[in-house]
């Protein structure tokens, strides 16, 4: 039977939730002759979701510490623990002109506008430090997947805040409740993947970073998560690191990780895409060492090469393979490129899957923008169904590469999937294709599109697949989430909606 995991959980997450504070909380940790400014300094972006309702966008949707965006409905009061040492200048903000010595106010947050906080004073031996937002409401263990605004709200006398939890509840049960159905998490954008700078251990994201993003998020925490649920989780190891470091990652998950689970591993993210550093950087490598003289290919076989060396590292740290998932990933619209990783040096003979990305959709540039421009969404859903380039592209890469992965004896499965429909070009400027493009993924059709690009996914052999994203607001570039913010009703969310119904059909 089919895998019934369905995401690729990125960084990019909206969670929504009822108006309410947000208390943002700072304070001295003791003496010190360090004055580490990035520690006690954040910046929060605003971005309303929805009319109504207050929202924040953290990159571990956490409770705690302040890890990334803060956004509030118009009439949303914020609370915020503060310093009483020092001074803290908020903008987009409405609260006390002084901060209380207790080190704790109310703040109301400005809706779609990015709130700002910078520390304009400080005592340099002993400064802020320690910088928090905590949601508002709270929950109870008896319920891990709801939460409500105060106790008497709540049916359980367990009732605690988040701003009591938040030391070590890092999960917001809104967050959790969005993606309990999911049997695997891939963590690429946590890990701060594409173009990752990232080659010592000693230069991994860490639990006391100030902010969870730029690195990217702890291997700590997202093996926590995925204990939390029980899903496997997928990880990319940065295309700079060093074997020491992909062994510390071996060593650290295999601690980290509940038994029971299976880590998937990949070699950094899409390699083969000409647009992202570490194709650069693969291509550069490839070529000196002689790999071949063509540059592509030459990109491809050092991705090939260096993939199975990360593979043969986590052997050793695993005593094996069979507790391991090693993926080896390709260009959908191109079989010859699964061809190339998996068969240079045979290394599909240490590879366990060949991972690829079958969006549907179009991507709409300047040539393709008038006829874009002037269709209505019922010729739009028309294309998707019965032109060749709409869903049935789709399928044909799915069943192309199926026999690819039929060849070499691995399976299929997809590290990215959904609808693509996205301008490039300046078109992603274009009001009225953007407003097509939103009103598609919003209309109760695309709910069974997907029901059918799932069942061609399935027909065609895949296995695993993982959805681009889960959670994400419409914009520009892209309309990737499944839904758009935490707790969309269902009949608001037909993406989403489908993604429930298909995986509860093929449990």
């Known amino acids: 039977m089919m895998s019934t995991s369905r995401l690729r959980w990125g960084l990019g997450i ?37 009319d109504s309702a207050a929202s924040t966008s953290v990159e571990s949707a956490a409770t705690g510490a302040a890890r990334g965006e803060v956004s509030g409905s118009d009439s949303a009061s914020n609370s915020a623990l503060h310093p009483n040492d020092g001074s803290i200048l908020g903008t987009n903000l409405t609260g006390p002109s002084d901060w209380s010595p207790e080190g704790r106010d109310v703040i109301t947050v400005s809706p779609r506008v990015q709130l700002r906080l910078e520390i304009t004073a400080t005592d340099p031996a002993d400064y802020i430090r320690n910088i928090r937002v905590i949601m508002p409401g709270g929950g109870a263990p008896e319920e891990p997947y709801s939460w409500w605004i105060d106790a008497k709200d709540c049916p359980h006398g367990s009732f605690k805040t988040f701003e009591q939890t938040c030391a070590k509840q890092v999960f917001h049960p809104a967050f959790l409740a969005s993606i309990k159905n999911y049997r695997a998490l891939r963590f690429m954008d946590w890990m701060g993947t594409n173009g990752s700078s990232q080659q010592e251990f000693e230069g991994r994201p860490d639990l006391a970073d100030a902010r969870w993003r730029g690195r990217g998020i702890p291997l700590e925490i997202m093996c926590s998560l995925a204990n939390l649920l029980h899903a496997d989780p997928w990880f990319n190891v940065p295309h700079l690191a060093d074997d020491d470091y992909v062994s510390q990652m071996a060593e650290l998950i295999r601690r980290c990780l509940a038994p029971g689970l299976t880590p998937h591993i990949e070699y950094s993210n899409e390699v083969w895409n000409t647009a992202f550093p570490q194709y650069k950087y693969a291509e550069a490598q490839g070529l000196q060492l002689g790999l071949t003289t063509n540059a592509f290919g030459a990109a491809l076989q050092f991705y090939s090469q260096r993939s199975v060396q990360v593979f043969n590292v986590f052997e050793q740290v695993y005593s094996g393979h069979t507790t391991l998932v090693r993926v080896m990933a390709a260009q959908a619209a191109s079989s010859w490129t699964s061809e190339q990783v998996l068969k240079f040096n045979k290394a599909f003979e240490h590879t366990d899957a060949l991972a690829i990305a079958p969006y549907f959709g179009r991507a709409v540039g300047p040539d393709d923008q008038g006829a874009v421009q002037a269709m209505s969404i019922d010729q739009l859903f028309d294309y998707m169904r019965n032109d060749p380039g709409g869903l049935a592209m789709s399928i044909s890469w799915m069943k192309q590469q199926a026999a690819v992965a039929k060849k070499f004896g691995v399976r299929l499965v997809a590290y990215e999937g959904g609808q693509h429909l996205v301008g490039y070009q300046g078109v992603e400027n274009n009001n009225t294709i953007n407003a097509l493009f939103d009103a598609f993924n919003r209309d109760p059709r695309i709910g069974a599109l997907y029901a059918d690009y799932l069942t061609a996914w399935k027909q065609a052999g895949g296995g695993l697949f993982m959805h681009f994203v889960n959670t994400s607001n419409f914009g520009k570039w892209g309309r990737w989430g499944a839904e758009e913010y935490l707790g969309q009703p269902l009949d608001q969310a037909p993406k989403f909606a489908a993604l429930q119904q298909f995986i509860e059909a093929n449990r």
Request: hydrophobic share 45%; proline share 0%.
């Open 14 to 50: 909206v969670c929504v939730f009822g108006a309410g504070a947000v208390m943002l909380v700072a304070d001295k940790a003791g003496k010190s002759t360090s004055s580490d400014t990035d520690a006690s300094r954040m910046v929060v972006t605003s971005a309303r979701a929805s």
